[in-house]
């Protein structure tokens, strides 16, 4: 909903940049103060900053992709200052509870124990924390989609003759979306107990990094020109360069 109402490049920065700052600091300040100062908190910081850095360009580059490209959907949003601050709104309160995602992980390990307990291997544990915390979305998600879908008369598209591949394309974002959730988790049990602070924040980077490289793929950025493409790849530099901190902070 942010996304339509504030546009994509501008959306995504404040909405990922929010996630990763929150999902990576706040749970070293709360659980782990004392590491907070050492090597190992000021680089995971650092580490944090540039890809907030690499981010906003990134969405500078979407931002000048989006006027080179004339979409005259998005620009008059932007005019219209009442809808600017309503999807300014939705995407902080998305960035700010987006990074609860993570918490979870952090507040569930009590349910991986007893998973453990009953026979659980250690590396999937995590799994069980997820059937609770990704229930929040689904509940919420289902009710939202039935409400559009009685408002919109909507439903009838799922029977249409060539909605067949998008059948398909959801079926395998759910399998490689959640594959990257469960995967994610496993990552986490092994960076040790800075691991959400470490992993958090390369998990969402790439999330950048790979949108915007497979919109270089499949012709997203054809006829914007060289500058926008050239930002956005200073952009993914600057992610590349965080990651690379991030992960040597977990050698400290």
Not at 133 to 155: A, I, M, P, Q
Not at 236 to 246: A, D, E, S, V, Y
């Amino acid at each position: 909903m942010g996304l339509k109402l504030l546009g994509l490049a501008l959306g995504t920065a404040i909405v990922l940049g929010l996630n990763n700052a929150i999902g990576a600091i706040l749970p070293l300040v709360l659980y782990h103060p004392e590491d907070f100062q050492e090597p190992v908190g000021l680089a995971i910081t650092a580490g944090v900053l540039v890809m907030l850095v690499g981010i906003a360009v990134c969405s500078v580059a979407g931002a000048k992709k989006e006027k080179a490209l004339r979409l005259a959907e998005s620009e008059s949003v932007r005019k219209d200052k009442g809808v600017f601050v309503k999807g300014l709104i939705i995407c902080l309160v998305a960035g700010v509870f987006g990074a609860m995602f993570n918490f979870a992980l952090i507040a569930g390990k009590p349910i991986e124990e007893q998973a453990i307990i009953a026979g659980a291997e250690p590396l999937n544990a995590a799994n069980a924390t997820w059937c609770i915390s990704l229930l929040g979305g689904f509940v919420v998600t289902l009710l939202y989609c039935v409400y559009l879908y009685k408002k919109n008369g909507s439903f009838r598209l799922f029977l249409q003759k060539d909605s067949n591949i998008n059948w398909l394309h959801t079926f395998l974002m759910g399998i490689m979306w959640f594959g990257g959730v469960a995967i994610y988790g496993m990552a986490v049990a092994n960076l040790g107990r800075l691991g959400p602070s470490i992993g958090w924040p390369v998990i969402q980077s790439m999330a950048v990094a790979s949108g915007n490289l497979w919109g270089i793929v499949t012709g997203e950025w054809k006829g914007t020109g060289k500058v926008p493409l050239r930002i956005m790849i200073v952009g993914l530099l600057l992610l590349f360069t965080g990651i690379g901190i991030i992960g040597w902070s977990s050698t400290l």
